[in-house]
């Protein structure tokens, strides 16, 4: 090999050496680069979470803080939150900025209701669950669950003080409940004592101040809804709709602006075909007399909140269905003695029910065996009620079983003005 060759070869080498270097001093500098803007992308993202939490923290200690912060200085970074009530929901919203980066999370709240079960009873006292009972979705009692026979829960069973009879004892009786969604014992959750619905009366009577008429007091009032989204109304007293006042149709919305029909110190019977969005509540009650809700026929939506699926093997949400009812009761929610109701007649019922000091039950006990009660939706009352009453082995001899389906949509939305804890529970997080 000559000289120039060799200088040749030398040069290209150098050149070839050059190159490499270069580009890795360019992948070593890209790589610091997005390891700081890795970083501050993570920071920018911590500082918006840990704005969040605060925000979350300062709104469980005050359900009405809605203050939110500005600019607030964390380490290095900053974040500001905002808090929007819309009504429906509370939205968190949080900024965090570091080193020319930017993250947001948002977290949405919702208040907690009581309507999280699919069936809820304060005190069980003697009430028993018994054969053909059927409950799809979340059970709780602050007693002891009474077994009276063989009903089936599809969702979880929770109970303050067990089971009775016993677990050990249940087979020796002669009772074989399912529990396929699991039991568990020693779960408190109680609801609150002498529950009055005041938001709910000042609410229909904000609606009357608005040129509506769903407050009523000191008389009872029949309530039929129509798929139509009108309501028929009357007032009078007692089960005989006969001597009731000349019915009233109006829309819903004009009848009830603030989406509440109160009665107080009377009696609500109901039925029908409810389009849209209302809680009917009867409160007030002086004695048992009154603050009762009588449900005299089916009580339905224009389309039901669940629908079987056959391939899931399970209830799943109707996207089509939207109407949503609430039903309150400082007594009693009562299946009434009708001919519509009683002997071998199912009842279609769509609603949450809550019953603040007295519980579901048939108007009257002596009615035979009459068909199911299917209630998709959610019950809670303060005492367990007779719905069905049944012979030692479980048989039902008088009343109705039980088929009850949660209704999923209300982990997300309740009817207007349906109690809650004063609470809020997120109910998404986006980041």
């Keep these: 090999m000559g000289g120039k060759a060799t200088i040749l070869l030398v040069l290209g080498f150098s050149m070839i050496f050059m190159v490499v270097g270069y580009n890795f001093n360019n992948l070593t500098n890209r790589s610091v680069d997005n390891s700081i803007n890795y970083f501050s992308k993570t920071t920018s993202y911590n500082i918006a979470g840990g704005g969040a939490n605060m925000a979350l923290n300062q709104i469980f200690l005050d359900p009405t803080w809605r203050t939110g912060y500005n600019n607030l200085g964390i380490g290095d970074g900053k974040v500001t939150v905002t808090v929007t009530d819309t009504g429906d929901e509370l939205v968190v919203t949080s900024v965090g900025t570091y080193d020319g980066e930017s993250s ?63 677990e050990k004892n249940l087979a020796k009786s002669g009772y074989f409940p399912k529990f396929y969604g699991g039991y568990e014992s020693g779960v408190d959750m109680p609801i609150p004592n002498n529950y009055q619905f005041t938001d709910q009366k000042a609410a229909a009577l904000d609606g009357v101040a608005s040129g509506g008429s769903s407050y009523f007091t000191g008389t009872d009032v029949w309530l039929t809804f129509n798929a139509d989204g009108t309501v028929t109304y ?68 224009t389309q039901p909140p669940m629908v079987w699926d056959a391939a899931e093997g399970n209830y799943v949400v109707n996207e089509n269905s939207t109407d949503m009812l609430g039903i309150l009761a400082s007594n009693n929610v009562r299946v009434a003695n ?94």
């Design 234 to 301: 009357r007032t009078g007293t007692g089960s005989d709709s006969s001597t009731y006042s000349a019915p009233i149709t109006e829309s819903l919305s004009t009848f009830a602006p603030n989406k509440i029909i109160y009665v107080g110190f009377g009696n609500i019977y109901t039925s029908g075909t409810l389009k849209g969005k209302i809680t009917i509540a009867a409160g007030e009650s002086s004695g048992t007399g009154h603050g009762n809700v009588y449900l005299v026929d089916d009580l339905v939506y």
């Design 104 to 166: 947001t999370v948002i977290v949405k709240l919702a208040g907690s209701s009581y309507a999280k079960y699919a069936w809820y009873a304060g005190n069980m006292s003697s009430k028993v669950f018994v054969t053909g009972d059927t409950v799809w979705g979340p059970l709780h009692t602050q007693s002891k669950l009474n077994i009276g026979g063989n009903p089936v829960f599809w969702g979880k069973v929770t109970a303050l003080k067990g089971i009775n009879p016993s």
């Design 338 to 431: 009708t001919t519509a109701n009683v002997a071998d007649k199912d009842i279609n019922l769509h609603a949450a029910i809550f019953a603040a000091q007295g519980g579901f039950e048939m108007e009257d006990k002596t009615i035979p065996e009459s068909g199911t009660l299917k209630l998709m939706g959610s019950a809670v009352a303060a005492k367990e009620e007779e719905i069905a009453i049944a012979n030692s082995s479980g048989i039902i001899e008088h009343g109705y079983r039980r088929h009850v389906v949660y209704d999923e949509r209300m982990l997300n939305a309740v009817p207007p003005l349906f109690p809650s804890t004063d609470k809020f529970e997120i109910v998404s997080w986006y980041e």
